[in-house]
């Protein structure tokens, strides 16, 4: 028999990320700009050992843009396969933060954030890689109809 420890040991490694799905009164969805990556993305990030994502959503909000958003329903799950630099699969949970009125309560976080904008779908599709634009779209979906989606991989 194998000790749990290496079987363990022995499983693949998945990387977990949790974001906030944050719009303002029309519709617009909050998105930021990293200064370690070239496109747009939603509040957000790795999920730390023992932390749930729900609970990492919630910090990392709080860390980057010093809002405390109520973490409400998963609206997508989408597992990414290895990207660019990042060598491991990935499974982002992206969360329903409700509404803000506008941007006025953001600080950023200066070391990690260059900005933040509140945009349609097609003004990210301008900002997003493909995948996350598919992201953003079917998040507006399963907020619009209370339920959650699951996204395979990108095409």
């Known amino acids: 028999m194998i000790p749990a420890d290496a079987f363990y040991a022995g499983l693949p490694k998945v990387v977990a990320a949790a974001a906030a799905f944050i719009t303002e009164l029309s519709g617009r969805v909050l998105l930021v700009k990293p200064t370690y990556r070239d496109h747009w993305g939603w509040p957000g990030g790795h999920v730390d050992e023992g932390e749930a994502p729900e609970e990492a959503c919630r910090r990392e909000v709080l860390e980057e843009l010093a809002l405390r958003p109520d973490v409400g329903r998963l609206l997508v799950v989408q597992w990414v396969p290895p990207l660019d630099d990042r060598p ?3 499974v982002n949970f992206l969360f329903d933060c409700g509404t803000v009125t506008d941007g ?20 990210a599709a301008s900002l ?19 339920t959650t989606r699951y996204l395979g991989p990108p095409a």
């Open 88 to 90: 491991v699969p990935l």
């Open 104 to 123: 006025s309560g953001v600080a950023l976080q200066a070391e990690e954030l260059e900005g933040f904008g509140f945009f349609t779908a097609d003004e």
């Open 128 to 146: 997003m890689p493909p995948h996350l634009v598919v992201r953003l779209v079917t998040a507006q979906q399963a907020r619009a109809a209370r």
